[in-house]
C-alpha cells in the first residue's frame, strides 16, 4: 500500500506570493493533519480534516488555510507569504475511524518550503 | 496546557553504548504518548505508542519505552545504538477525548553516534 505523498517536494516563493501545497492521504484513510516544522518552533499542528471538514485548527494566522476533497486528498495554502513561513510542511493521514478515540498516523515525507 | 518537555537538544553516544532519551509532558490525565524518528529529509516514523496497560512498550529498532505517570515521564531507551539509529527523535502526546488526532511535539533530540 503506497504511503502518503506530498506534492511538491521542495518549493521556492518569493514573499508576497502565495502557495498551494498537496497531500495524497493512504488509500482508505479519511483524516489528514497538517504540521509546520522549523528549527525555532519545532513541530506545530496546523490544522486536521476529516470527511471534508475541518475538525481542528491550530494557532496560525489566517493566512493559513485548508481543504480536503471527497477523495481525502487534502491542500493547504498559504497566502501573502512572509520570510518566516519558510519551513518543513508535514501531512499526516490515519483512518478516522468514527468512534476509535486515537487513530494511529502516518506522515509523508513533506514540502520543503522556501520564501525568499 | 498540554506540552512536553525533552530537556536533552543534542546527545552523542557510541556505536554500541546504550541510550536513554528523556521526555516530560504536561497533560491533565494520561495522555497517549508517542516516540517518533526522523532522518534528514524524510517525515516522522513511529517508533512507538503508550495508551494504556503495560508501561513498557516495545518498539520497532529494537527501543522501548516505559511510562512514569508520578514523573509524568516517557522515556526511550535502546540498549545497544547502532550507526543507523543516528537521526532527530521527537516524543509527542495526543489528547484524549474528542474527535481529534492533534498531536503535540516536543522540540526533539538530535542523536549522533560516534563509531
Same mark, same amino acid.
Given at each position: 500500500k503506497a504511503g502518503v505523498t506530498q506534492t511538491p517536494r521542495y518549493l521556492i516563493k518569493t514573499r508576497g506570493q502565495q502557495v498551494t501545497l498537496s497531500c495524497s492521504p493512504i488509500s482508505g484513510h479519511r483524516s489528514v493533519s497538517w504540521y509546520q516544522q522549523t528549527p525555532g518552533q519545532g513541530l506545530q499542528f496546523l490544522f486536521e480534516y476529516f470527511s471534508e471538514t475541518q475538525r481542528n485548527k491550530g494557532n496560525f494566522p489566517g493566512r493559513f488555510s485548508g481543504r480536503q476533497f471527497s477523495n481525502s486528498r487534502s491542500e493547504m495554502n498559504v497566502s501573502t /507569504?512572509? /520570510?518566516?513561513?519558510s519551513a518543513l510542511y508535514l501531512c499526516a493521514s490515519s483512518l478516522g475511524i468514527s468512534g476509535q478515540i486515537y487513530n494511529e498516523q502516518f506522515f509523508g515525507p513533506g514540502t520543503r518550503l522556501t520564501v525568499l | 496546557a498540554q506540552s512536553v518537555t525533552q530537556p536533552d537538544i543534542h546527545i552523542t553516544v557510541s556505536e554500541g553504548a546504550s541510550l536513554e532519551l528523556r521526555c516530560n509532558y504536561s497533560y491533565g490525565a494520561t495522555p497517549y504518548l508517542f516516540w517518533y524518528v526522523q532522518s534528514p529529509g524524510q517525515g516522522l516514523q513511529l517508533l512507538l505508542k503508550y495508551f494504556s496497560g503495560d508501561t513498557l512498550v516495545q518498539g520497532i529498532k529494537g527501543f522501548e519505552a516505559e511510562f512514569k505517570r508520578s514523573q509524568s515521564s516517557f522515556n526511550l531507551r535502546k540498549p545497544s545504538v547502532h550507526w543507523s539509529d543516528a537521526a532527530e527523535y521527537f516524543c509527542a502526546v495526543g489528547a484524549r477525548g474528542g474527535a481529534t488526532n492533534k498531536l503535540i511535539f516536543g522540540t526533539g533530540t538530535l542523536l549522533a553516534v560516534q563509531p
Open positions: /507569504l512572509e /520570510l518566516g513561513d | -
